[in-house]
Antibody, heavy 114, light 109 residues
């Protein structure tokens, strides 16, 4: 069974940091680009970041560039999102996804509030 | 970054046919944008329906189909069922970004 399981969400103050993790199983995640996608409460989906299958190339949405860092550990089938200088507007459910094979996690909620 | 546009809402009768579209602010949507379509129901994670404009997944109901139509990506639902009521998002890929459309709320009524 394919699974993507996110963890690491929670409540953080503005300006704080959080590291999200995503554990992949049931498919060869190392063969695919991996993505982070977020959804603010009551809003649509927003692409956050993408990492190439070998980790060599990363790209980011303008709104998170310079603050978020995506990384992966293919030996552990893990995807990460380091989020620094968090803002209230970063509040959202964060999903990890392997878009091409069609797999999504259930999401983890990040709340940025004082 | 580019802006991807979708109809905010559409309504279809049970058993009817409806087409959702996905346009790009940069111009014509082509296969080079690798259009994807996703379905999301309240409280659930998105579910991938279509890749690369017209490729279905093993779990995609046969009544859904994707295409490129009139300079846009399109998702056609033929024979709508009550369970198809959901938000539908398209995703387009650009050289340095991926961009979701704003979503189409589809009502089956």
């Amino acid at each position: 069974e394919v699974q993507l399981v996110e963890s690491g969400g929670g409540l953080v103050q503005p300006g704080g940091s959080l590291r999200l993790s995503c554990a992949a199983s049931g498919f060869t995640s190392s063969s695919y680009y991996m993505y982070w996608v977020r959804q603010a409460p009551g809003k649509g989906l927003m692409w956050v970041s993408r990492i190439k299958n070998d980790g060599s190339t990363t790209i980011y949405a303008d709104s998170v560039k310079g603050r978020f860092t995506i990384s992966r550990d293919n030996a552990k089938n893990m995807l990460y999102l380091q989020m620094n200088s968090l803002r209230v507007e970063d509040t959202a459910v964060y999903y990890c996804a392997s878009v091409r094979p069609g797999y999504w996690g259930q999401g983890t909620l990040v709340t940025v509030s004082s | 970054q580019a802006v991807v546009t979708q109809e905010p809402s559409l309504t279809v009768s049970p058993g009817g046919t409806v087409t959702l579209t996905c346009g790009s602010s940069t111009g014509v949507v082509t296969s080079g944008h690798y259009p994807f379509w996703f379905q999301q129901k309240p409280g659930q994670a998105p579910r991938t329906l279509i890749s690369d404009a017209n490729n279905k997944y093993s779990w995609t109901p046969a009544r859904f189909s994707g295409s490129l139509l009139g300079g846009k990506a399109a998702l056609t639902l033929s024979g709508a069922q009550p369970e198809d009521e959901a938000e539908y998002y398209c995703l387009l890929f650009y050289s340095d970004a991926a961009v979701f459309g704003g979503g189409t709320q589809l009502t089956v009524l």
